[in-house]
């Protein structure tokens, strides 16, 4: 189940953010967990907060990673990127409760075209002090492994 407070026919433009989507809460039983299979992104970046679950983040430039309660993780689609953001394996199997956020924010003209998607999460103790990832790019980047 995903809701999604903003854009609605009321609410349709707040630049730079184009869009939240909440991620449940939802109760999962074994093999009913679903997630979003390859599919593009184009301009923009996604900051995705996971509450509780876990995802798996696959791209078509190699990147992955795993996200669990409290993992925030930024992607940079820039000139475009195919991923995909699924229920991690054993998560899948078992079920739980998943439950997230994720944020699309309009990236600068000057960086739509940008030909090298990143992928980055921050260090798990980060949120309450850091910098936003586009004040410091080499302090707040942390490659997923």
């Known amino acids: 189940m995903v809701r999604r407070p903003f854009p609605t026919h009321r609410l349709d433009h707040i ?4 869009l939240l989507d909440e991620m449940g809460p939802a109760d999962h039983g074994p ?14 970046e996604t900051v995705t907060y996971l509450l509780a679950g876990r995802m798996v983040h696959a791209d078509s430039q190699g990147n992955s990673g795993k996200l669990g309660p409290g ?3 930024w992607m940079t ?3 475009g990127v195919v991923h995909s953001e ?4 054993e ?17 600068p003209r000057r960086d739509k075209i940008s030909r090298c998607p990143l992928l980055r999460r921050p260090p798990r103790n980060c949120c309450s002090s850091a910098a936003p ?11 997923l492994s």
């Open 77 to 79: 689609a820039g000139a």
């Open 15 to 18: 630049d730079p953010f184009l």
């Open 133 to 143: 990832p586009s004040a410091s790019r080499s302090s707040a980047t942390a490659p």
């Open 86 to 89: 699924m229920p991690e394996p």
């Open 31 to 44: 093999g009913e967990a679903r997630g979003a299979p390859d599919h593009p992104h184009r301009g923009f």
């Open 71 to 73: 993992d925030v993780q």
């Open 91 to 107: 998560f899948a199997r078992t079920g739980g409760r998943m439950h997230g956020f994720q944020l699309w924010v309009n990236l």
